[in-house]
């Protein structure tokens, strides 16, 4: 048994087709993705419906940044595990997102194999 197939995943991203492509990736897989949010103030919404396991968010977004995000739910919902991704990879990101919260940093373009990897440590972690 898979135990990361089990997580209710959120996923975070103002461009359609990321979100879709990465919702693709999941459910192809088995995944529950559960909610998919369009800005940060939608996924905090979204929490509160659904309480998400993991929330894959994107850090360029408009109205508030992923890593905004990303330490806003670390501090308010420390249950939930935060998986960022972004086409943005310099070292001081990734570090600003782990510093944030985020349990991994994914690089765009996302490699299916990599975000089921994320996954399976973030459940073994949880």
């Known amino acids: 048994m898979n135990i990361a197939k089990d997580l209710k995943i959120l996923l975070v991203d103002d461009s359609d087709f990321s979100r879709s492509m990465i919702k693709k990736m999941l459910t192809e897989e088995g995944f529950n ?7 940060a103030f939608e996924a905090q919404e979204m929490i509160k419906e ?3 396991d993991v929330m894959i968010t994107d850090i360029v977004m408009p109205k508030m940044s992923g890593i905004e995000l990303t330490s806003r739910i670390s501090k308010s919902h420390p249950d939930i595990s935060v998986i960022v991704i972004s086409s943005l990879s310099q070292e001081h990101i990734v570090l600003d997102a782990i510093g944030a919260g985020a349990s991994d940093f994914i690089a765009k373009p996302i490699q299916k194999q990599q975000l089921i990897e994320s996954l399976q440590k973030v459940a073994a972690e949880r």
């Not at 993705?33 to 800005?39: G, L, M």
């Open 33 to 39: 993705v559960i909610a998919e949010a369009r800005d």
């Open 50 to 52: 659904h309480f998400p």
